[in-house]
């Protein structure tokens, strides 16, 4: 079991069912609605820790109920929180638009937690320099995205960030992470790649001007691994999708839930996480499809068992 430190956003997440995402100007009806709580930071603790990892989580919520709310799932599933209160601004909301095949849209208001500030990441330094992993997103502020990474550096702690959304045009910060995990569009943004470019291009166009490494997500065909101006593809596991929501921050948290310090173990975390995020997707929402350690174990070994015959 890994300890790992999470800095993200936290908020209340509206899920909108639609038959297709909506048209410029055109008046689009929901079939369902649904609430729960959210925020990539957020997905990806609860995910960590239903991979049955020691986690710790830096967040920023608004005085009100659903900031509460945020505190109280978390507390209660065993993740050490850290939720700093903000008096001005009210906890974050994303609204998830979702259409019957599975794709999504999504709106995010990022309130309090875009204002978790330096000296608020400086409280949570013991938690980062015990850990062994640090992951964090670009949903909050670049200053505390830039502290809690050098705190993690001078602690000897791996620094995997998940440049998403693709906001900040800061190639130092990208390549300052041991590993980036950024997906196809977003690295399309982040490298100045054209943007006609194909998944199978990627590897050559990236191999020579990536220094870390970068896993690069690309849906349902599978992911890149670039790694010391080498490239390879890792095919995805099939399956139905329901809503995608919430698999790249499952694909996260699998990772670092594997992953050892020297990255010798790189593709068996790859293999976990893609098996994660690929469960995911066959379930509405994201906090009760996010699967457990127990269920991507159990469909490997089926997998494997059906692969042998």
């Given at each position: ?85 903000d008096n001005e601004n009210k906890t974050a ?26 000296s608020d990441v400086k409280s949570f330094e ?135 310090r020297d990255l010798s173990n790189i593709e ?42």
């Open positions: 079991m890994s300890k790992i430190a999470i800095i993200g956003l936290s908020g209340e997440s509206i899920f909108l069912k639609l038959d297709k995402l909506p048209i410029p100007s055109v008046t689009m009806h929901a079939s369902n609605c649904h609430i729960e709580p959210g925020g990539k930071g957020f997905n990806q603790a609860i995910a960590c820790k239903k991979n049955k990892q020691d986690v710790y989580y830096l967040s920023k919520i608004g005085n009100d109920a659903y900031g509460t709310y945020c505190k109280s799932y978390m507390d209660a599933v065993g993740i050490n929180t850290k939720f700093i209160l909301v994303a609204t998830i638009l979702t259409s019957s095949d599975g794709e999504n849209e999504v709106i995010v208001y990022s309130g309090a937690s875009n204002n978790i500030t330096t013991t938690e980062i320099s015990n850990s062994d992993i640090l992951l964090v997103q670009y949903e909050i502020g670049i200053d505390a995205l830039k502290q809690s990474i050098k705190i993690a550096k001078e602690n000897n702690v791996l620094v995997v960030l998940n440049p998403a959304p693709a906001i900040y045009n800061d190639i130092e910060l990208l390549n300052s992470a041991d590993i980036v995990t950024p997906n196809f569009e977003e690295a399309k943004t982040l490298y100045n790649l054209d943007k006609n470019i194909k998944e199978e291009e990627l590897g050559s166009a990236l191999k020579d001007i990536i220094p870390n490494v970068a896993v690069i997500t690309l849906g349902s065909k599978g992911c890149l691994l670039i790694n010391n101006h080498d490239y390879k593809y890792y095919k995805a596991y099939h399956v139905d999708a329901v809503d995608t929501t919430g698999a790249g921050d499952t694909f996260n948290a699998g990772l670092v839930s594997i992953i050892n068996e975390a790859i293999n976990y996480a893609s098996i994660a995020a690929s469960l995911s997707v066959t379930k509405p929402y994201v906090m009760e499809s996010i699967p457990t350690f127990d269920e991507v174990k159990k469909f490997q070994q089926l997998y494997n068992l059906k692969e042998k015959k």
